[in-house]
């Protein structure tokens, strides 16, 4: 590779890094999105409210079940919802962490890999979100757009 070439190499990651954490900040959402969309519409393949907080009851032993779907399809739907916009970023990645701490202590029993419902997709989108809560919506975000500092 030549020189010109290496430096204009360089010069294209360093325009398109930019992109990176928007990029992730959004995908997060976007893939959060759909789970809070089956807990409380039930729809792509979901139960809706009624028979996931009758699950959250009967199996994992969450009681009110319905709150804690309700609560659990929110803050999946309407957070993720939040870090796609980029608005109030921090809070509802907060949120998601939160939720996904919960969801760790559910899915600790049965090991790492998520193949056996373990910890492993919980722990991901909790350490995405704790990322997301500390580096806020940042460029490309609404709370940019409107000022919001935290």
């Given at each position: 590779m030549t020189t010109q070439t290496s430096t204009s190499a360089s010069t294209l990651f360093d325009r398109l890094s930019t992109l990176s954490y928007p990029l992730i900040r959004i995908t997060a959402g976007l893939l959060l999105m759909p789970h809070g969309a089956q807990k409380l519409f039930g729809w792509f393949g979901g139960y809706g409210l009624d028979a996931t907080g009758q699950f959250f009851a009967t199996n994992?032993?969450?009681?009110?079940?319905?709150?804690?779907?309700?609560?659990?399809?929110?803050?999946?739907?309407f957070g993720?919802?939040?870090?796609?916009?980029?608005?109030?970023?921090?809070?509802?990645?907060?949120?998601?962490?939160?939720?996904?701490?919960?969801?760790?202590?559910?899915?600790?029993?049965?090991?790492?890999?998520?193949?056996?419902?373990g910890v492993e997709y919980p722990l991901m989108w909790g350490l995405i979100a704790f990322a997301v809560f500390l580096r806020g919506g940042e460029r490309f975000s609404l709370d940019r757009q409107f000022g919001f500092k935290f």
């Amino acid at each position: 590779m030549t020189t010109q070439t290496s430096t204009s190499a360089s010069t294209l990651f360093d325009r398109l890094s930019t992109l990176s954490y928007p990029l992730i900040r959004i995908t997060a959402g976007l893939l959060l999105m759909p789970h809070g969309a089956q807990k409380l519409f039930g729809w792509f393949g979901g139960y809706g409210l009624d028979a996931t907080g009758q699950f959250f009851a009967t199996n994992l032993g969450m009681e009110p079940g319905f709150l804690f779907a309700l609560l659990a399809g929110l803050v999946e739907f309407f957070g993720g919802l939040a870090l796609v916009l980029g608005l109030l970023t921090r809070p509802a990645a907060l949120a998601i962490a939160g939720l996904m701490a919960v969801a760790l202590s559910v899915h600790v029993a049965n090991g790492f890999f998520w193949t056996s419902g373990g910890v492993e997709y919980p722990l991901m989108w909790g350490l995405i979100a704790f990322a997301v809560f500390l580096r806020g919506g940042e460029r490309f975000s609404l709370d940019r757009q409107f000022g919001f500092k935290f």
